[in-house]
DNA sequence: TTTAATATATGATTATTTCATATATGTCTA
DNA sequence: TAGACATATATGAAATAATCATATATTAAA
């Protein structure tokens, strides 16, 4: 998922390139989306981008969620669509319910840190300095 | 760096393993720490699990620094140390400062993006819920 | 009929992190 | 003085994660 910061890359390119995102955080979203109720992967991408104000790979966002199938935090089935082809509908699952709350515990521990990354930011900027 | 939640990887093995780090975190928080004042790899490994109250893998530090080195964030030079073996010192650039500038600006971004996380986790799960 | 939207998926590559290991210097202690 | 330990820098190899490109199928609309 696309958030944070850009920069330059470390490759040859001079073009921008996003980075600075939180590792596997589609995960706990997307949890937390089907918590409220089954969805697939179509739909799921219109949440995010919805619910995060995020860009998200398409690509990625399949793979997580077989993966997460894998891990047992959701399961899927095939579900018939009168309106388009059918969709893979997913579940989430009691251990994906656990996984979610363990997240969430864990995202506020990143929080404090980037907090505190703010603190001393704001220490050695704030007052009148040249930059 | 290692921060954020716990979980079984995707892999075969049953250990927990720490993922949900914020990518490349550990530069801005580099670049806060030149900024007020030079220091070395090593020392930066200390002032890092200090401030930051994680763990560093020294290893990924180090080729960091040179990355930052190579996009001009930073610039280094041997240090003559009469307690122990020469140093490499790092000093923040204008360029460093700058993006570092950038990188607080796009962390607030990943911060905000957190929160909008934890607020529709509350709505969900916060009244009365079997879980 | 061809374009667009919906829908799922994988191959290949790049980026990032972690784990293991190698090297060097200095201090302390048995 | 030999060995252990802390300090100090660094890279090889592997694992993990994300991105980019592409393929496929279905339906509606132009």
Redesign the pocket.
């Known amino acids: 998922?696309?958030i944070s910061y850009m920069s330059i890359?470390?490759?040859d390119?001079l073009q921008p390139?996003?980075?600075g995102?939180?590792?596997?955080?589609?995960e706990p979203c997307i949890l937390l989306l089907l918590s409220r109720g089954t969805s697939?992967?179509?739909?799921l991408l219109e949440d995010l981008e919805k619910h995060c104000g995020e860009k998200v790979?398409?690509?990625?966002l399949?793979?997580?969620?077989?993966k997460m199938e894998t891990n047992g935090w959701v399961k899927s089935e095939w579900g018939v669509?009168k309106?388009?082809?059918?969709?893979?509908?997913y579940t989430i699952t009691k251990s994906g319910l656990a996984f979610l709350e363990r997240a969430a515990v864990s995202l506020t521990q990143t929080d404090s840190l980037i907090h505190r990354f703010f603190e001393g930011y704001k220490k050695t900027f704030q007052k009148g300095t040249s930059l």
């Open positions: 998922m696309i890359t470390y490759n390119s390139k996003v980075f995102t939180v590792q596997r955080f589609i697939h992967g179509y739909g790979d398409i690509g990625n399949y793979r997580t969620l077989r669509n309106t388009g082809r059918d969709r893979r509908v």
